[in-house]
């Protein structure tokens, strides 16, 4: 009896195969057409690359910049006005005032390239324009923008190198 269902169950599974095949077949039969054809199909266009990290800034503390301040991974930047950044700044930050972002970003991009690490920091935790400053970059095209919450008095009382104003 068990020679029997053997071809039945062989049949029944060629069956259900076929069935199978033929739907896959009818359900897809355009875009099978059109590659037996040769024609191609339209890839969907894909929107502009945006930075990895978002549209706002990481926040990094005194450790984390330090480590990559000591690296010399990063670039360094005072979102403070010209003249707070003259008073003193971190040793070799660069000055881009927020409030100068149209006219000072083209200079700036010069000398930074968009793959560059950024560090952006200003007058401490209740001080945003280094926020606002990291968000501009970020639209400007650069892809890892970090603010240092605790900015220039945090690194100045941790004892770090700084530079400009009375040493």
């Not at 005194?62 to 006005?81: H, I, N, S, W």
Request: aromatic share 8%; charged share 20%; with cysteine.
């Amino acid at each position: 009896m068990r020679a029997n269902k053997k071809p039945h169950i062989l049949i029944e599974m060629a069956m259900i195969l076929l069935t199978a095949a033929a739907a896959g077949i009818g359900w897809n039969h355009k875009l099978l057409a059109d590659a037996w054809s040769g024609r191609a199909v339209q890839a969907r266009e894909e929107p502009a690359p945006v930075s990895p990290q978002g549209a706002t800034p990481l926040p990094l503390g005194l450790m984390q910049v330090k480590e990559l301040y000591d690296r010399k991974e990063a670039t360094f930047v005072d979102a403070r006005d010209s003249e707070t950044y003259s008073a003193g700044h971190i040793k070799g930050a660069l000055s881009l005032p927020r409030g100068d972002t149209g006219a000072g970003l083209a200079p700036f991009s010069a000398r930074v390239k968009p793959a560059a690490t950024v560090i952006v920091y200003c007058n401490g935790f209740d001080c945003h324009d280094s926020m606002e400053l990291g968000k501009s970059l970020l639209k400007a095209g650069y892809q890892r923008v970090y603010v240092y919450l605790g900015g220039y008095p945090e690194w100045r009382d941790a004892g770090y190198p700084v530079e400009g104003g009375k040493l």
